[in-house]
DNA sequence: GTTGACTCTCAAGTTAGGTTGAGGGTGTAC
DNA sequence: GTACACCCTCAACCTAACTTGAGAGTCAAC
């Protein structure tokens, strides 16, 4: 065991602390998103603490809707000598508004559900044969339909 | 030409309207989602005026992170006779429980995003090697942190 | 000094949501 | 009656983001 390798993490470790997969954090590799600092006689991978933090960042973005792509963009570009600011300010720029469109879409989704929940089944569920087989569907339609900017 | 395809649309018409493609609808209708009407000698698809805002909706519903097997729930039980509430509440539930920390997520980082565009870059962009290269990433992996309920 | 948990590479498979292409019918306008 | 745009099926392909499996090496413990 060398002194190198004081500190860092094995992968099955740093997967496990992350609630990652391995394999995934291989692909990660692959792709050039994550690299370990691996220092091993034997090819092991080894990640510093900090990588805690950046896979944590990397799952973050992924849920709101950033491509591998862009998040290794970002990341490429700050670590190149470049100024990185025109690329990721775009980038950061036209995911915050279509992140807007998303909520505004998913708030008016949002108030037809509640509606739905409120109208079709207050108490029991509504019996089939009834006439009341279930308004949400067309509630939704309306909706939709008048959102269409 | 038939009587009973007045007022029907081909699919070129309907995919035209709703600006999706062609092949798209044949999919729709290969995995159960949306049947045509389809009445002609040929197997030429026919669809009803309705069928747009259907189509509408699909494209919202997508947009917000339904899949296409959940809608394709939501159809069928509104079309066959069972009531469809049960099912359909519990997916309108965990659905707004999902997009409400979506959001929240979406919030912090859109925070961390425009404080990047703020701080970053002001008027020109930074220029690299004057210990200024990018403060984002940290600042993010800060918030990301924090938020990690 | 060997067992057993862990790691490696490399190739192939998976899922969703489609698209593309070959090969061939349809329908209507001139 | 023939162009020509449109439609059909079926199979194969595509992308992102991984997962799975085979076959083999590694390491800490007992």
Redesign the interface.
Known sequence: MENSLKGLLKIGEIAKITGTAVSALRYYEEIGLLKPTCKSGAKYRYYKKEDI??I??IK??Q??GFSLDEIKL??S??NS??????K??DL??R??TE?RE??K??KL??RD??K??LN??PEE?????EGN??K??DK??IS??L??S
Chains 1, 2 share one sequence.
């Open positions: 933090s950046f944590a960042f973050k973005a849920n709101i970002i990341l570009e700050r000598g470049k100024s990185p600011c025109p990721v300010r950061a720029q995911k915050i992140l998303k909520v879409d998913l989704m949002e559900l509640k739905y929940i079709c089944c569920d509504s019996k089939p044969d087989v279930c949400m569907i939704v339609k939709t339909k959102s269409q």
